[in-house]
Structure formats: structure tokens, C-alpha cells
T-cell receptor, first 114, second 116 residues
Framework: GNSVTQMEGPVTLSEEAFLTINCTYT??????LFWYVQYPGEGLQLLLK?????DKGSNKGFEATYRKETTSFHLEKGSVQVSDSAVYFC?????????????FGKGTHLIIQP | GAGVSQSPRYKVAKRGQDVALRCDPISGHVSLFWYQQALGQGPEFLTYFQNEAQLDKSGLPSDRFFAERPEGSVSTLKIQRTQQEDSAVYLC?????FGGGNTEAFFGQGTRLTVV
């Protein structure tokens, strides 16, 4: 079945540092890929998505590119801020056709220090 | 409403007790999902509704878990004879239409269930 592996946290960085959170996946077919973010005390929010190979999703300065050849969807940001501190989840669509749910990674806790 | 609303936010149940968790999706959203998130883990899919039809319940861990959405809006996840391993955060999500991975799912804040 589908699965997602993402780097373990916590990841601690200084403000304005470059961020990479690795995500690789195993899937049959051609899933869509997502990054969700959970800020303290809030629900999961969609950060960005990509629906086919070589697509780049971007939002709030974050980017991730759907790499079919390496089955990866790494999250990057050039200059992080304290407000980016949160838990980040990589996810992929469970199956083809229909909004039939997501398979999530375990999450990466990101801590940005001023 | 403005977002997906779940109640209660916190629930403590004695082992063997039945519980019911409620989800109010965003008005007009066709699809509704339930997930279970154990401490330190990512959410795991439980079940999925399209309107009132439960199209996939393959993630429900046992026959003690039951979900319904009788009128295609509010949904209830019921857990019978709760066990300690049921302790988790239960997340509800809704999306505007079915459409595969192109449809964004909006999540509620979850219900934290603790079985003692």
C-alpha cells in the first residue's frame, strides 16, 4: 500500500536559515502529493500540493517539487521565520479517483529560534 | 460555519464506556473523512463519506468503531466498549467535492480521547 517517510524531528534552526524537510513515498499509480502544517493549538492546514510529476507547489515562501524518479517531495524554504515553527506533515492521496483520503507521514516538528 | 467544528474537544472515558464524537463539516461540503492520530504519529485514515454514503471504512480498526452521516452533513464517530489503545486525537476533515487529489481537505481541531 501507499506509505510516506519523512525526516524525524525536532528540527531546530535559527531565523533566516535555509530549510529542507525530506519526504519520500511509496505508491501505486500516480498519487497527488501534499504538505500540511499544524500550528500550535490549530488544526491541520494545507500548505501546498502537486498533482503530477515535475509540478512545483508553493505557498508562503515554501516550495516542493514532485519528483517521480526519486519518489520524493522535499519541502524547502529559503529563509525561515519564528512564525514557521509548527509540525509539518507530508501526505499523498490514498488512491485514484474520488476524494478518498490521505496517507500521512509521522510529521516533523520544526522549531525556529530568534 | 466558518470551518470544520468538532465536539467535544476533550473526552475522558473509562475503559468499557461508549463514546460519540461529533463533526460539523463546512456547509455544502460533499466529502467527509475521519482520521485517528496517535501521540507522535501522523493521522491515519479511518473512513470516508460522500454525502450520506459511507464509501470506504477500511481504516476502522475494529467492529467497535462505527461512523454515520445520515443526512449528508453532520457526522458521528462512535466507539463502543472503549479500550486504552483507543486513546488518540480523532480528526474530521471535509472537502467541497470529490475529485481525487485536486480537492483540498479542511480539518477540524480534533477531539482528544483519553481512555482510563
Amino acid at each position: 500500500g501507499n506509505s510516506v517517510t519523512q525526516m524525524e524531528g525536532p528540527v531546530t534552526l535559527s531565523e533566516e536559515a535555509f530549510l529542507t524537510i525530506n519526504c519520500t513515498y511509496t505508491a501505486t499509480g500516480y498519487p497527488s502529493l501534499f504538505w500540511y502544517v499544524q500550528y500550535p493549538g490549530e488544526g491541520l492546514q494545507l500548505l501546498l500540493k502537486a498533482t503530477k510529476a515535475d509540478d512545483k507547489g508553493s505557498n508562503k515562501g515554501f516550495e516542493a517539487t514532485y519528483r517521480k524518479e526519486t519518489t520524493s517531495f522535499h519541502l524547502e524554504k529559503g529563509s525561515v521565520q519564528v512564525s514557521d515553527s509548527a509540525v509539518y506533515f507530508c501526505a499523498l492521496s490514498r488512491g485514484g479517483g474520488g476524494a478518498d483520503g490521505l496517507t500521512f507521514g509521522k510529521g516533523t516538528h520544526l522549531i525556529i529560534q530568534p | 460555519g466558518a470551518g470544520v467544528s468538532q465536539s467535544p474537544r476533550y473526552k475522558v472515558a473509562k475503559r468499557g464506556q461508549d463514546v460519540a464524537l461529533r463533526c460539523d463539516p463546512i456547509s455544502g461540503h460533499v466529502s467527509l473523512f475521519w482520521y485517528q492520530q496517535a501521540l507522535g504519529q501522523g493521522p491515519e485514515f479511518l473512513t470516508y463519506f460522500q454525502n450520506e454514503a459511507q464509501l470506504d471504512k477500511s481504516g476502522l480498526p475494529s467492529d467497535r468503531f462505527f461512523a454515520e452521516r445520515p443526512e449528508g452533513s453532520v457526522s458521528t464517530l462512535k466507539i463502543q466498549r472503549t479500550q486504552q489503545e483507543d486513546s488518540a486525537v480523532y480528526l474530521c476533515a471535509s472537502s467541497q467535492q470529490f475529485g481525487g487529489g485536486n480537492t483540498e481537505a479542511f480539518f477540524g481541531q480534533g477531539t482528544r480521547l483519553t481512555v482510563v
